[in-house]
């Protein structure tokens, strides 16, 4: 007798489902993304015990006929696509024809659904993959799955299910994913009878986040609409303010095609396009839609789709970065002018406070040029008591100074809130800023060193650096490679001290790397000159007038990135005179 047999389909649906659904939440996704293939407007999903006793998918999607409901649970049946060729093209969520039939090999599964046009639902039990019964049943146009005793007879799978609040942490941070992907869906969400959360259908993506997560975060969200036409690609959805930051990751959220899905290409170049726009450590807050041909992304990678891969992971990147980059950079011009703009339209957006979180509607106004040094820095870095800033601009200050608190402060009254500007932090953004532009407008004279420095440098630090070395000795170094991973330093720009050069090229290659994929290569370098720059700005044990402060913050407002300090700190925080109103309550 031949060893080799063909799998029953009952033994190969539960080998398939220990890749499909490896916990309930995969279960919850399968048929919920069904449900939303189903052309469903209301979803609600309930469940027990993490969802390993019981879970419920209801929808009012298009049903099924009795041929089709049994078809359907049948291995690789499915009702969108018929060819392998077809994989490349998929627009719907479930393609695979695997989820119901795994779902109900390894669970007690009860499946009930009605299609337009039929006078009677149908009725389907499965107990661990066989067939129980099947009959006629009462109920609307939709569909109906229960799932009782999830991996029940598949005790080395239950082993490695983690706690229910975990599990249930998982189902209901996905659905509300879910419920972000399709606003125009109703859900809602009961664990073990209580609602977990509910959302009538949105009109729009930031309706639905206030649903979901509050109006205050929803406020906090700025719109992204960016197309390239030569690609194709699209970017929308909400990303957080200039300045907004969480301490977790939960709400960067990003979509292929309307599919919530984790990608580090994604994660990395939004964390990117925020350098230096909110605290280091910190994530920004972030609803992403990308579009693009299904065939550029291949969802096939993994069973239960968690991961895409990009057939051009780089060219992805770059557009996400810059759709953000410039989304970012548009609505720090916009909220700009409140520093120059004239007084009655302060007032208007003072007594507005509902404007917050709208579209930004101000006029785009030019900047002012920020007084600049027009000769390049000492080979010490400006390192004054005072600050020096630009002059006051002759409009009346947007924000005024009401008091200096602990020598570290400055209290500010502003048409937005009240803010407590960082003075430290605020002195090193303006110097940064103001030395960065200085050096870009004409190129350092360079020091020979009596002694070239040998460096050495791991491989990919050594790859990292070898990629800008042009650059790098274009603006006053030269650094030349004498073997693998081995450079000498034989000239440093005259600002800085030969005994840093070491040190200072290693923080040039690290940041180099850390944001290898930034637009533009120069600027990091200039970045790191200015931090090196900036070492030695305003300290508690100085001293700075209200008149200083005062200034201070104005050169503040001019800044290309005013929110971080060059250390990605904190340079100012605000609190809105409408969050005021919230913690005394409306009149
Ligand atoms: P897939 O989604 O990959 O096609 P599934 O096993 O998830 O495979 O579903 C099999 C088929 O059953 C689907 O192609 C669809 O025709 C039908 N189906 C599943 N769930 C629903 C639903 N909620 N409403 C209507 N039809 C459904
Ligand atoms: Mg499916």
């Known amino acids: 007798m031949s060893s080799i047999r063909i799998l029953s389909d009952r033994v190969a649906n539960q080998i398939a489902a220990g890749e499909v659904i490896e916990r309930p939440v995969a279960v919850v996704k399968e048929l919920v993304?069904?449900?939303?293939?189903?052309?469903?407007?209301?979803?609600?999903?309930?469940?027990?015990?993490?969802?390993?006793?019981?879970?419920?998918?209801?929808?009012n999607g298009k049903g099924m006929s009795p041929?089709?409901?049994?078809?359907?649970?049948?291995r690789h049946a499915t009702s969108k696509i018929r060819e392998a060729a077809d994989l490349n093209e998929v627009s719907s969520f479930g393609f695979r024809g695997e989820a119901l039939p795994s779902i109900a090999s390894v669970s007690r599964f009860t499946l009930r659904t009605r299609a337009e046009g039929w006078e009677h639902g149908t009725e389907i039990k499965i107990n661990g993959g066989k067939l129980i019964e099947k009959k006629d049943c009462g109920m609307p146009v939709g569909t109906v799955i229960e799932v009782a005793q999830l991996f029940n007879s598949v005790p080395a799978r239950r082993k490695f299910?983690?706690?229910?609040?975990?599990?249930?942490?998982?189902?209901?941070?996905?659905?509300?994913?879910?419920?972000?992907?399709?606003?125009?869906?109703?859900?809602?969400?009961?664990?073990?009878?209580?609602?977990?959360?509910?959302?009538?259908?949105?009109?729009?993506?930031?309706?639905?986040?206030?649903?979901?997560?509050?109006?205050?975060?929803?406020?906090?969200?700025?719109?992204?609409?960016?197309?390239?036409?030569?690609?194709?690609?699209?970017?929308?959805?909400?990303?957080?303010?200039?300045?907004?930051?969480?301490?977790?990751?939960?709400?960067?959220v990003t979509l292929v095609n309307r599919r919530p899905i984790d990608s580090r290409t994604l994660g990395f170049a939004v964390l990117d396009a925020y350098h230096g726009r909110i605290q280091k450590g910190r994530y920004p807050p972030a609803f992403l839609f990308l579009e693009i041909q299904p065939q550029e992304v291949d969802v096939n990678v993994h069973p239960a789709k968690r991961e895409v891969r990009f057939r051009n992971d780089g060219a992805i990147r770059r557009f996400v970065l810059?759709?953000?980059?410039?989304?970012?950079?548009?609505?720090?011009?916009?909220?700009?002018?409140?520093?120059?703009?004239?007084?009655a339209q302060r007032v208007v957006e003072s007594v507005r406070p509902s404007m917050r979180g709208s579209a930004p509607s101000m006029p785009l106004t030019s900047k002012p040029t920020p007084t600049v040094p027009t000769s390049l820095p000492k080979p010490t870095p400006v390192v004054t008591t005072n600050p020096t800033v630009p002059a006051a601009t002759q409009t009346a200050p947007a924000w005024r100074l009401i008091t200096l608190l602990k020598k570290q402060y400055g209290l500010f009254d502003t048409p937005r809130g009240l803010v407590m500007l960082h003075l430290r932090h605020a002195d090193q953004r303006v110097r940064f800023e103001r030395i960065l532009k200085s050096y870009k407008e004409s190129t350092p004279p360079s020091q020979g060193l009596l002694i070239p420095h040998p460096v050495e440098l791991e491989p990919l630090a050594s790859e990292a650096l070898l990629a800008h070395l042009?650059?790098?000795?274009?603006?006053?170094?030269?650094?030349?490679?004498?073997?693998?991973?081995?450079?000498?330093?034989?000239?440093?720009?005259?600002?800085?001290?030969?005994?840093?050069?070491?040190?200072?090229?290693?923080?040039?290659?690290?940041?180099?790397?850390?944001?290898?994929?930034?637009?533009?290569?120069?600027?990091?370098?200039?970045?790191?000159?200015?931090?090196?720059?900036?070492?030695?700005?305003?300290?508690?044990?100085?001293?700075?007038?209200?008149?200083?402060?005062?200034?201070?913050?104005?050169?503040?407002?001019?800044?290309?990135?005013?929110?971080?300090?060059?250390?990605?700190?904190?340079?100012?925080?605000?609190?809105?005179?409408?969050?005021?109103?919230?913690?005394?309550?409306k009149e």
Request: aromatic fraction near 8%; hydrophobic fraction near 40%.
């Open 33 to 59: 993304e069904n449900s939303i293939d189903a052309g469903a407007t209301r979803i609600e999903v309930e469940f027990r015990n993490g969802g390993k006793s019981y879970i419920r998918i209801e929808d």
């Open 67 to 74: 041929d089709d409901a049994l078809l359907s649970l049948e």
């Open 161 to 252: 299910l983690k706690t229910d609040p975990t599990e249930t942490a998982h189902i209901t941070y996905n659905t509300r994913l879910f419920a972000v992907a399709h606003p125009q869906v109703a859900f809602r969400v009961l664990e073990g009878g209580r609602t977990v959360f509910q959302s009538p259908a949105c009109e729009t993506l930031r309706d639905r986040i206030a649903e979901i997560w509050g109006r205050s975060l929803a406020d906090d969200l700025i719109p992204v609409n960016v197309h390239d036409p030569k690609t194709g690609y699209r970017l929308t959805g909400l990303t957080a303010k200039p300045g907004v930051g969480r301490s977790t990751r939960r709400e960067l």
């Open 322 to 343: 810059g759709a953000i980059t410039d989304t970012l950079a548009a609505a720090t011009e916009a909220q700009r002018p409140q520093a120059e703009a004239p007084t």
């Open 470 to 585: 042009g650059l790098i000795n274009a603006q006053g170094f030269q650094i030349e490679e004498f073997g693998r991973h081995f450079y000498r330093i034989e000239a440093v720009p005259a600002w800085l001290a030969p005994e840093q050069a070491e040190g200072f090229v290693r923080d040039m290659v690290d940041l180099l790397r850390q944001r290898g994929g930034a637009r533009k290569q120069s600027e990091i370098i200039w970045e790191a000159v200015a931090k090196l720059a900036v070492e030695g700005s305003y300290r508690r044990s100085d001293t700075m007038s209200e008149a200083a402060v005062q200034q201070l913050a104005e050169a503040l407002l001019t800044c290309e990135t005013p929110h971080t300090s060059p250390f990605g700190k904190a340079t100012f925080s605000e609190i809105s005179w409408s969050e005021w109103e919230r913690r005394f309550g």
